[in-house]
């Protein structure tokens, strides 16, 4: 299976806003709405951030959103912080096993 | 509060066999949920190893099925990853995780992350 497809790297200006796709197949991404976003700090392990497409954890500020649309999954983060600067990871079910994105490098400028 | 713990060795030579355990506290793994194994190799992104429920039933990334087995140990808390016949490519930060998959699909909690190198 063929890891799903992410820009390799965004950016942003803080308190801009910006979006990471995620795209798939009918397979995986839009066959269930069973897709997760991770944050991973360099060093660090990967924090879930949104799942089954967009809801979100306790804790996770409302600034991170995400949406699904055919086969392609977008995580919004609005009003950009210093703090968000990480990798970003989508996950989706694929049909008894898990397949990750290739990650995206977002930067803030 | 859930938590998990990688152990194991940080070197591995090659054509031998990698063994990693993941202690699991806050939360009895005999209660549900599944449990699974997810890799990231230095400088690139996560790959999904495999998965265990807590009954035993195990789900395996069909391009390391060959060479993985995933065990669980409900009596110390805790479940095991064995890869077999290592390469340099196996090289890779070893995470595991708390997968939710009834009605829901995600990986919850994670581990802390475990280096292994595999270098003769």
């Known amino acids: 299976q063929s890891a799903l497809t992410q820009p390799r790297s965004v950016s942003g200006s803080p308190g801009q806003s910006v979006t990471i796709s995620c795209t798939g197949t009918?397979?995986?991404?839009?066959?269930?709405?069973?897709v997760s976003w991770y944050q991973q700090h360099p060093g660090k392990a990967p924090k879930l951030m949104i799942y089954d497409v967009s809801k979100r954890p306790s804790g996770v500020p409302d600034r991170f959103s995400g949406s699904k649309s055919g086969n392609t999954a977008s995580l919004t983060i609005s009003g950009l912080q210093a703090e968000d600067e990480a990798d970003y990871y989508c996950c989706s079910y694929a049909g008894s096993y898990p397949l990750f994105g290739g990650g995206t490098k977002l930067t803030v400028l | 509060q859930v938590q998990l713990q990688e152990s194991g060795p940080g070197l591995v030579k090659p054509s031998e066999t990698l063994s990693l355990t993941c202690a699991v506290s806050?939360?009895?793994?005999?209660?549900?949920?599944?449990w699974g194994w997810i890799r990231q190799p230095p400088g690139k992104g996560l790959e999904w190893i495999g998965s265990i429920y807590h009954s035993g039933s195990t789900y395996y990334n069909p391009s390391l099925k060959s060479r993985v087995t995933i065990s669980v140990d409900t009596s110390k808390n805790q479940f095991s990853l064995k890869l077999s016949s290592v390469t340099a490519a196996d090289t890779a930060v070893y995470y595991c995780?708390?997968?939710?998959?009834?009605?829901?699909?995600?990986?919850?909690?994670w581990g802390q992350g475990t280096l292994v190198t595999v270098s003769s």
């Open positions: 995780a708390r997968l939710r998959a009834m009605v829901s699909y995600y990986f919850d909690y």
């Open positions: 806050g939360y009895s793994i005999s209660s549900g949920y599944y």
């Open positions: 009918s397979s995986d991404v839009g066959g269930y709405n069973y």
